[in-house]
């Protein structure tokens, strides 16, 4: 009886572990997140304003991988922290790793087919929060050049 009752006891937390169908969309999920929190930050109103449509179009994004992550009960309560002493032209840059490393993982081979149509419209998000932060990105290396 006793090992019986291991057994199952082993046998579930070992299904707990299991990573389920959608493993890169936590991940990310995670660093469009952890994108979004660079992105956020003093700066200046031309520049805000790109940032705030990438924010946007990031928040548009998770809500897409949640809707494929959800089919595997993932924990979509992540906060990540962030290095929050980071200056500008890190912000952007990390916020551009993290943006291609989030289009990167969900573009693994998908088996739900339910869930393409979710990865793909995250990829148009994620597409169009990157074109916003390079016009952001040219706005504020133009301000620079021009002594703003």
Not at 34 to 45: K, M, N, S, V
Not at 95 to 113: Q, V
Request: overall charge negative; charged content about 30%; proline content about 5%.
């Amino acid at each position: 009886m006793r090992l019986t009752i291991l057994s199952l006891i082993l046998a579930l937390s070992a299904f707990a572990d299991t990573p389920g169908r959608h493993p890169a969309y936590l991940h990310a999920r995670g660093d469009l997140r952890t994108a979004q929190l660079y992105l956020r930050g003093p700066i200046e109103p031309n520049v805000a304003r790109n940032m705030r449509a990438a924010d946007r179009e990031i928040d548009a994004a998770v809500h897409e991988i949640d809707q494929a992550a959800r089919f595997d009960h993932k924990d979509l309560n992540d906060h990540p922290p962030i290095d929050a002493n980071i200056d500008r032209n890190g912000r952007f840059r990390n916020a551009m790793d993290l943006l291609n490393s989030a289009r990167r993982d969900i573009g693994r081979e998908e088996d739900n087919p339910s869930a393409i149509g979710w990865r793909d419209v995250a990829y148009r998000h994620i597409d169009a929060a990157i074109a916003y932060v390079k016009r952001a990105a040219h706005d504020l290396h133009v301000d620079r050049e021009l002594g703003w």
